[in-house]
């Protein structure tokens, strides 16, 4: 993008306007066959949803999602992205599938009514300790690892372990959209671009991702969102750097009151007398007597 500041593919507005268009689902479907590990037909018929989840009463928190669809046999998805590791995420993440999940059975159905309900996770952190960048969670007993029921699954994408991913091995599709999502500068992009092997609808998502720049006020709103992002990144990680020198602060001063405490001690077994001890330690005569 010929912008002097270069905006990132995962911005909200950005990421919805790649993969949110009623006009060109292509980059949609094929994001989703990568992740799903799903033939592309498979998601030849799929609709863009509202992706407000409406509370049952005043009382319920309401979720608004990223990217919500439907596909021809019902199954909905929710699409996911973090770029910061918020507390609670996988809580967060099962909240969201539980919601999903209850919201597509209306009050006069039965159970057996239910449909799949699939969230996927494109983070940009470690969330696991796994190596895969790509994981996938379903519902199975814990010793004959039999599946409870297939309603259940939630994908996780760590663009942060893209790196340690072998090409020749690994789903090469599902890393050429990882390497488009953690775009972090133009160089990157031209580099992207000057490959040959890229899948068409990958070109399509950079056609669309380069147009951005010809809409002033998308790439404006985009621009914003991403300096409020580096801005919340920038506070956590003063407020992470100040946290760790006063923790590191309070333990020297523990270590020093226990090593005083420790000198006190052996001066009473010495028989010194406590004001001697005071003195030499620092420590209260309170301190000294409940030693």
């Keep these: 993008m010929s912008k002097d500041v270069f905006i990132a593919p995962h ?3 950005v990421f919805k306007s790649i993969f949110g268009n009623e006009k060109e ?8 066959s990568s992740i799903m590990e799903l033939p592309l037909e498979s998601f030849e018929e799929l609709e863009l ?6 509370p049952e009463n005043v009382e319920q928190k309401s979720s608004r999602l990223d990217l919500r669809i439907r596909l021809k046999d019902k199954t909905e998805i929710d699409v996911e992205i973090q770029v910061i590791n918020q507390v609670a995420y996988k809580e967060r993440i099962l909240y969201y599938w539980a919601k999903l999940y209850s919201g597509n059975l209306k009050k006069s159905e039965t159970y057996d009514k239910l449909k ?10 470690e969330l696991f300790k796994m190596t895969r960048m790509h994981t996938k969670f379903q519902l199975f007993e814990t010793k004959e690892n039999e599946l409870l029921t297939d ?7 760590e663009l942060s372990k893209l790196n340690a991913y072998n090409r020749t ?12 999502l953690s775009l972090k500068k133009e160089g990157d992009l031209m580099a992207l671009k000057d490959r040959t092997d890229l899948p068409e609808h990958l070109l399509k998502a950079i056609e669309k991702y380069e147009s951005i720049k010809d809409d002033p006020d998308l790439y404006y709103e985009a621009l914003n969102l991403q300096m409020g992002i580096m801005d919340q990144i920038q506070r956590l990680d003063d407020a992470t ?6 923790g590191m602060e309070q333990g020297i001063k523990e270590g020093r009151e226990d090593a005083q405490k420790q000198i006190a001690k052996n001066l009473k077994n010495l028989g010194i007398d406590y004001k001697t001890i005071q003195e030499a330690t620092g420590l209260d005569l309170e301190t000294i007597e409940k030693l």
Excluded: R
């Excluded at 949803?49 to 409406?54: A, F, G, H, S, V």
């Design 11 to 13: 911005i909200d507005v």
């Design 25 to 32: 689902k292509g980059p949609l479907m094929s994001l989703l």
């Design 49 to 54: 949803l509202n992706t407000e989840l409406i």
């Design 116 to 125: 799949k309900c699939v969230v996927i996770n494109i983070v940009y952190f």
């Design 151 to 157: 309603h259940l699954e939630i994908h996780f994408l």
């Design 169 to 180: 091995i690994e789903n090469e599709v599902l890393i050429d959209w990882a390497e488009f």
């Design 241 to 246: 750097n100040l946290g760790l020198k006063m």
